[in-house]
């Protein structure tokens, strides 16, 4: 019995020590805050649906600086550099192919934009965006894995002021 708790206790501090989610107090302000809006608008439609929308609303209401088209602050390498809660990613010609069962799927995505929600796993991330097949026109969660991204270009942005 003994033995038992004992190494239920290394499991489980184990895995207090790998945990790959950022605690909210450790993420930069301006991701933070970001994180906030989108929770502010989860399932609801942001302006006009659209998945740049949701981006530009939040980095405007936390008076962010960006180009105000695609480059949503500083570029980050995920190869290189932690992705945080509040990262914002753009798409162009991303096409993601991964199984489920015995059944393959694939997405792409030609042109888009999504906020990184959660991060699951290095490489791993929960989206939270907008005009998707899955939540329509209103702010919605799916998950990215970056080992199943076949094709296509994909930026990572830290917001900055």
């Given at each position: 019995m003994k033995k038992t708790v004992v190494v239920l206790l290394f499991i489980i501090a184990g895995l207090a020590?790998?945990?790959?989610?950022?605690?909210?107090?450790?993420?930069?302000?301006?991701?933070?805050?970001?994180?906030?809006?989108?929770?502010?608008?989860?399932?609801?439609?942001?302006?006009?649906g659209e998945c740049w929308d949701?981006?530009?609303q939040a980095l405007?209401?936390?008076?962010?600086?960006?180009?105000?088209?695609?480059?949503?602050?500083r570029e980050v390498?995920?190869?290189?550099r932690e992705i945080y809660p509040g990262d914002i990613i753009q798409f162009k010609d991303v096409?993601?192919?991964?199984?489920?069962?015995?059944?393959?799927?694939?997405?792409?995505?030609?042109?888009?934009?999504a906020i990184v929600y959660r991060v699951l796993d290095e490489g791993v991330y929960e989206l939270a965006?907008?005009?998707?097949?899955?939540?329509?026109?209103?702010?919605?969660?799916?998950k990215l894995d970056l080992d199943t991204v076949v094709s296509g270009r994909m930026w990572f942005y830290r917001p900055e002021r």
């Open positions: 020590v790998f945990n790959p989610v950022k605690a909210d107090n450790d993420l930069p302000e301006l991701n933070m805050q970001i994180v906030e809006y989108v929770e502010s608008v989860m399932g609801e439609q942001v302006d006009r949701l981006a530009n405007t209401r936390i008076d962010a600086r960006w180009d105000g088209k695609y480059k949503y602050g390498n995920p190869k290189r096409k993601v192919r991964y199984r489920e069962g015995n059944t393959i799927y694939t997405e792409t995505m030609a042109h888009h934009t965006h907008q005009n998707t097949g899955f939540s329509g026109r209103t702010v919605g969660v799916s």
